[in-house]
């Protein structure tokens, strides 16, 4: 799951590093076992960047495979607002998470971006997110 938080003609960006290698991302992670998507995304903005935030819509997907099928990737984007007008604050709880801030939307072409949605970003920041499924409900029942 992953966070598109714009303000100002910018959008929220979170640096990684791992071996060595700088990428940007969304901010965002995993789904823990027994958590809806939705709390999901509010609990790692929390964790990893101290900022509370409303999810509104999924606005994205993207689905990337590495070559050697050792990791597929599906990522959900949900436009959120903050709460406040508070700045991202890398907490450290992630030590993947070097950096995060908002980007001008006319940098984020020349960024190095996991997985590689610069082309996909402009655009819908571009159209305002035009496309917005709602938020998805838990649907479990027993069989």
Sequence with gaps: M????PRENAILLAL???????????PGGGVDPGESMVESLKRELLEELD???IPKAIVHACEAIDPQGSRHLIQLSFLCECR??????VTGIDPRVVDARFVPCEDISRLD???P????LALLIQQG????LPLPENRWTES
């Design 84 to 89: 406040s007008n508070a700045l991202p604050r």
């Design 117 to 120: 949605i610069q082309t996909d």
């Design 113 to 115: 971006m996991h997985p």
């Design 2 to 5: 992953a966070v598109l938080i």
């Design 129 to 132: 997110f035009p496309h917005r």
């Design 51 to 53: 900022l509370a935030v």
């Design 16 to 26: 990684h590093e791992k071996d060595g290698r700088r990428v940007w991302v969304l």
